[in-house]
């Protein structure tokens, strides 16, 4: 049995938004539970009933966009037959009392990542990767574009059944809605008064620490090492313009964020290089998610600017990013009822793992 001190049991801060916070006890790990199979896949290339598959374009909504505009597509995009938000509401914002509703106008659509219907994210070559991400700036761009009332769009990704994808084709959404979400809010407006504290952009210091900080934290009255933190411990995987790192408050156990390593808030903003690599390093760090997960279901939603005026002046404080949350547990009560994420493996052992994979 492992010695007690071993174990990690520790709170740790979300630097960007500090009223967010993780408890990582590798402890709980070790109690007893009943193994579980990883989730099986649908890897078949094309099922005759599938909305999704090539040749059955006439049992979904019309197509919005499609790469390439010739020939056989590739990508595809149609409005979601069952929309969070639509924009054909006629209702009116109320007020009654304490109670509030904002009227639901807005976007849904669906991006069907790939005509093969099984393929996994990793499995994809980095040319389509590249016409996919290509997409998504298509579509934010034309939604923020399409309507005035439009406070933030949203690109994101359910995989597996335990992600919440309702259909096993692979496919994104994008929603474009009349509000900006909390999440995004704070991580924008936590990420402005660091910038107004330190003239710098607070996830540009998080990719400067991760690339270049080394410390050795001990203890006072015995003199052991209580901790130490190597240059690169938390990078999962490098490119030329892009990183992905595992964050010290990992609220999911193999939780990964990839950032662009030169300051850019607005994901519109990406161009044909930047892209490319971008990829390349998506494609890499889902194939090592794959490799030591073993069929990872997972979500994975991207943060960038808000197009609306409050947020104008933040473009120096703010870096966008591709959030990637494996789900390999249910949220406990603890975790739904303190609002407190438990992690059960240390983000510097899933860091290891995670690079020890050969992808070469």
């Known amino acids: 049995m492992s010695d007690d001190n071993d174990f990690i049991r520790e709170i740790r801060i979300n630097p960007i938004v500090p009223s967010e916070s993780v408890l990582v006890s590798t402890a709980r790990g070790m109690r007893p539970r009943e ?93 389509h990767l590249f016409g996919l991400l290509g997409m998504y700036r298509e579509r934010i761009e034309a939604l923020y574009k399409a309507d005035a009332r439009i ?15 309702s259909i096993p084709h692979t496919h994104s959404q994008i929603i474009a809605m009349p509000v900006v979400p909390e999440n995004v809010y704070n991580e924008v407006m936590h990420s402005q008064r660091y910038y107004a504290r330190n003239r710098q952009c607070i996830f540009c210091s998080l990719i400067d620490e991760a690339l270049t900080f080394e410390a050795t934290i001990y203890d006072r009255e015995s003199g052991t090492v209580r901790r130490h933190i190597d240059v690169g411990q938390y990078v999962v995987e490098r490119g030329r313009h892009f990183v992905a790192i595992k964050p010290f408050a990992s609220r999911y156990e193999w939780e990964v964020h990839i950032l662009p390593l030169s300051h850019q808030a607005d994901f519109v903003d990406i161009d044909q290089e930047r892209r490319t690599d971008l990829a390349r390093v998506l494609k890499r760090t889902m194939a090592r998610l794959d490799a030591v997960i073993g069929g990872a279901q997972y979500n994975f939603f991207l943060h960038s600017l808000p197009h609306n005026r409050e947020f104008h002046d933040c473009g120096d404080s703010y870096h966008w990013h591709l959030e990637i949350c494996p789900r390999t547990s249910i949220p406990t009560g603890f975790e739904l009822g303190s609002g407190l994420f438990v992690s059960t493996i240390s983000p510097e052992d899933a860091a290891v793992r995670l690079r020890a994979v050969d992808l070469d």
Request: aromatic content about 8%; proline content about 8%.
């Open 35 to 127: 193994a579980e199979a990883p989730a099986p896949r649908d890897t078949r290339e094309h099922v005759q009933r599938c909305p999704f598959c090539r040749g059955n374009e006439q049992m979904t909504p019309p197509t919005v966009a499609i790469l390439p505009e010739d020939g056989e597509w590739q990508v595809r995009v149609v409005e979601n037959l069952y929309p969070v938000l639509g924009d054909n509401s006629t209702s009116s914002n109320l007020v009654f009392g304490l109670q509030q509703a904002i009227d639901g106008y807005g976007r849904h659509e669906v991006i069907v990542d790939h005509p093969n219907h099984g393929i996994a994210l990793h499995e994809m070559s980095e040319t």
């Open 151 to 165: 406070q933030y769009v949203l690109v994101f990704k359910n995989f597996g059944p335990a992600a919440g994808a």
